[in-house]
């Protein structure tokens, strides 16, 4: 009998980078919606390389801002794109066709709660993921400028 071979799953970063494409391909026609969840492309630059980094993040909106959440999956370290943001606030966002420049900012211990709530019904997993860390996830206000 032969031996049949299996294709390897795209690495993270592959299916990222794949999504992202797509979404900026398409003015977000194909790829805003992953698994149901609203999504936006957020580029930052390398806090270390300098070089633009992109992402693909679940969103919510809130008077105007889009709001993300720095969940990494509920691990003890923050995902690099937070790093970055915090070195450089100033990002570039698309959500759908709307690009546009923002500042970042990690919301207030005051805001936090009902911006958690916000991703958290989006997003319910996100209650999952801060149950598994000892870390504070971040929530994240991106302001367009």
Same mark, same amino acid.
């Given at each position: 009998?032969?031996e049949?071979?299996?294709?390897?799953? #795209?690495?993270a970063r592959d299916w990222?980078a794949?999504?992202?494409?797509?979404y900026?391909?398409?003015?977000?026609?194909?790829?805003?919606?992953?698994?149901g969840?609203p999504t936006?492309?957020l580029?930052?630059?390398g806090?270390r390389?300098g070089?633009?980094?992109?992402?693909?993040l679940?969103y919510?909106?809130d008077?105007g801002?889009?709001?993300v959440?720095?969940?990494k999956?509920?691990?003890?370290d923050h995902?690099?794109w937070?790093?970055?943001l915090?070195?450089? #606030?100033?990002?570039?966002v698309q959500?759908?066709?709307?690009?546009?420049?923002?500042r970042?900012?990690t919301?207030t211990?005051?805001?936090k709660?009902?911006?958690w709530?916000?991703?958290?019904?989006?997003?319910?997993?996100?209650?999952e993921y801060?149950?598994k860390t000892?870390?504070?996830?971040?929530?994240?206000i991106?302001?367009?400028?």
């Amino acid at each position: 009998m032969a031996e049949q071979r299996q294709e390897p799953l #795209p690495s993270a970063r592959d299916w990222v980078a794949e999504h992202a494409q797509q979404y900026v391909a398409t003015n977000g026609e194909e790829g805003h919606l992953w698994r149901g969840y609203p999504t936006l492309v957020l580029d930052t630059i390398g806090r270390r390389s300098g070089q633009p980094r992109r992402q693909m993040l679940i969103y919510g909106e809130d008077g105007g801002n889009y709001i993300v959440v720095a969940s990494k999956g509920g691990a003890d370290d923050h995902p690099l794109w937070y790093n970055n943001l915090v070195a450089q #606030p100033e990002v570039r966002v698309q959500v759908k066709a709307d690009r546009f420049a923002a500042r970042a900012r990690t919301a207030t211990p005051e805001e936090k709660p009902r911006l958690w709530k916000l991703m958290a019904d989006i997003y319910p997993p996100y209650v999952e993921y801060q149950a598994k860390t000892s870390r504070d996830i971040p929530v994240i206000i991106l302001e367009r400028v």
